[in-house]
């Protein structure tokens, strides 16, 4: 937490993805900061009144947050600030009024009850994007995926990678769906591809190879089938040498290959391709469009560029 704080000080923005890697860390202090709290709270001395602070000063803090959103905040924060409020006036009282003989049952219930409200909205906006299937660049959580309260209103700036692997900063919409809602390259694949790819799949491993692990998403999302992202997150890692590939191919780990006339996958500095690529395009048969591309679709496949689908299978 203290290099990634260091970092972004100095760098002065902020990027969701490395921040999403704060979360381990968060919460390996939260459940410390609980515990070592309670256990204070039982004891005589100043420190016990932090766990009924820390709850309220946790609630505040969220309600902040959400307050950006009225259409969370009508219901998230009701139900935190009453269930908090509650909780920490209980813990308060016990410590001032000890002939209430409070049980200790009845206490942890209580923290258990306030830990529950405060963990609610990071479970829900947690859950949002795993059950509407949502495909994006970063990982965030939320309805919308946007600002920093996760909701419509939010105007926060969002950092996404191109396909050099920098990042561009992208000003987040105004209510509706964010920049780039469709996810990275493969946010919209054609049907057509997938039904051809699942019929000619047989046992290879891979159901296909494609230039990022932003082009294969969406695919993976799709037949919960792996696909082979041979350059890296943004294509632009020369992962793999001809020979390798050679071999992939050759025990049967991969068959099909979609290419973009973009630059192809592990393109090196200065847009050059790789030998992995140009052995795929001297290597492999392309497969004509009319086998695998819907006639509504373009030539892309959903990845943007025109792309071709190439066949190695007898190229092994």
């Given at each position: 937490m203290l290099t990634i704080a260091i970092f972004f000080s100095a760098a002065s923005f902020f990027h969701q993805y490395y921040l999403s890697t704060l979360a381990p860390a968060i919460c390996a202090l939260f459940g410390i900061g609980i515990v070592v709290m309670w256990q204070d709270y039982r004891r005589a001395g100043w420190h016990?009144?932090?766990?009924?602070?820390?709850?309220?000063?946790?609630?505040?803090?969220?309600?902040?947050?959400?307050?950006?959103d009225p259409s969370?905040?009508?219901?998230?924060?009701?139900?935190?600030a009453i269930v908090c409020a509650l909780a920490a006036a209980i813990l308060f009282l016990a410590r001032l009024l000890p002939?209430?003989?409070?049980?200790?049952?009845?206490l942890l219930s209580?923290?258990?009850?306030?830990?529950?409200?405060?963990?609610?909205?990071?479970?829900?906006?947690?859950?949002?994007?795993?059950?509407?299937?949502?495909?994006?660049?970063?990982?965030?959580?939320?309805?919308?995926?946007?600002?920093?309260g996760g909701g419509g209103a939010g105007t926060g700036r969002r950092f996404a990678f191109d396909r050099q692997g920098t990042t561009s900063g992208q000003q987040?919409?105004?209510?509706?769906?964010?920049?780039?809602?469709?996810?990275?390259?493969?946010?919209?694949?054609?049907?057509?591809?997938?039904?051809?790819?699942e019929a000619n799949q047989g046992s290879t491993k891979y159901l296909l190879a494609v230039p990022s692990s932003q082009s294969a998403d969406s695919i993976i999302l799709s037949t919960n089938k792996a696909v082979m992202?041979?350059?890296?997150?943004?294509?632009?890692d020369?992962?793999?040498?001809?020979?390798?590939?050679?071999?992939?191919?050759?025990?049967?780990?991969?068959?099909?290959?979609?290419?973009?006339?973009a630059g192809g996958f592990?393109?090196?500095?200065?847009?050059?391709?790789?030998?992995?690529?140009?052995?795929?395009?001297?290597?492999?048969?392309?497969?004509?469009s009319s086998q695998w591309q819907s006639s509504s679709a373009t030539s892309t496949g959903g990845f943007g560029g025109s792309s071709h689908l190439y066949d190695c299978k007898a190229a092994s």
């Open positions: 016990g009144w932090l766990l009924p602070l820390a709850l309220i000063l946790t609630a505040l803090e969220q309600i902040y947050i959400i307050a950006t969370w905040g009508s219901w998230l924060i009701p139900v935190i002939r209430l003989a409070f049980t200790t049952r009845l209580v923290v258990g009850l306030a830990l529950a409200a405060l963990l609610l909205t990071s479970a829900v906006w947690s859950a949002i994007p795993a059950v509407n299937n949502i495909v994006a660049d970063l990982p965030t959580a939320g309805a919308s995926q946007q600002g920093f987040a919409p105004t209510g509706g769906a964010p920049a780039n809602a469709g996810g990275a390259p493969g946010g919209n694949v054609d049907s057509a591809l997938l039904k051809y790819l992202a041979l350059g890296g997150f943004s294509g632009s020369p992962i793999l040498t001809s020979s390798q590939l050679k071999a992939l191919v050759a025990n049967n780990t991969v068959r099909y290959f979609l290419l973009n006339s592990g393109e090196g500095p200065g847009g050059q391709s790789s030998s992995a690529t140009s052995w795929v395009t001297q290597s492999c048969t392309v497969v004509s």
